[in-house]
């Protein structure tokens, strides 16, 4: 592993590094993409080292050399085998034995386990008496993106530590750095998809969302103008992720709404809708609007549960009610 702390990180890394004496458990939380994993693994790094010098790893003893072809022996991660289930009650039990033999390289263990909303209340449970009383010198950092999805009894015996998301600018200037080919229009863009959250709005540039959002744009405009049917809009998007499309939808109809009330032009949201999102609040009724909106709501979150559904209807149906908002 070659960790690398992020540039809005500076802060977040005095007040654990910078630290007298180092807690049992860290608890890292904050919004998805802000660059928790990249700072547990810096941490986990210096807090192996055997001689870290002004509160960095020296990259030279043999602990740092381990760390650095990531085959450390006290260095356990504790993930679910799958992107988005669960961490099972056999791997922390696995864990909890191999944190109680001695080390092997003879100084701290350390144990990153991501996220750790991923853990049920079983594995939870399971994982709490080595949180109080950790064998030997382990160190715990668990990283959480949802902290209200984390038990109290777990939340209550770690240090916790907010990671906050990076100002827009920081966001902009770093997405550039790593993307030199990006203007600084679309590194905004990009931003603004993500929410904020820098590493993943790099992660939607790597699924090409700037090419889908244009496709998708275009399409909305060819409904209103009639150029193109609720039936074949659903053909051509079916490839796209649904939740993207909901998550697009869902914010149209919320900007939509807002101008509505406010009349406030510099809130309609990215500059490749504004135009249309600017007309459709002036032609739709305030009652259909709300009727959408509740509508894309409610089959929002069908989504995200992955309520299993004809996928073709449902955008087609979600496109009727679209091109509905303009009365004929
Ligand atoms: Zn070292």
New binding site residues.
Partial sequence: MNSKLLPWQAKLWQSLAGRNQQAHAYLLHGPAGSGKRELAECFAAFLL????VAQQ?????T??KLYAADTHPDLIRLEPEEAGKAILIASVRDLVERILQTSQQGGRKVVIVEPAEAMTTGSANALLKSLEEPAGSTIFVLISHQLSFLLPTIKSRCVLQACPLPTEQESVNWLQEQQPELSVEQCRTLIALASGAPLYAKKLLADDVLTVRDQVVNGVKQLFKQQSTPSELAVAWAKIPQELLFDWFCQWAQLILRYKITEDESQLGLADMRVVLKFVASKAPLERLLETQDWLLEHRQKVLRRVPLRADLLLEGLLVRWQALLPR
């Fill in positions: 080292c055997r001689a870290p790893p020296c990259r030279r003893c602990a740092c």
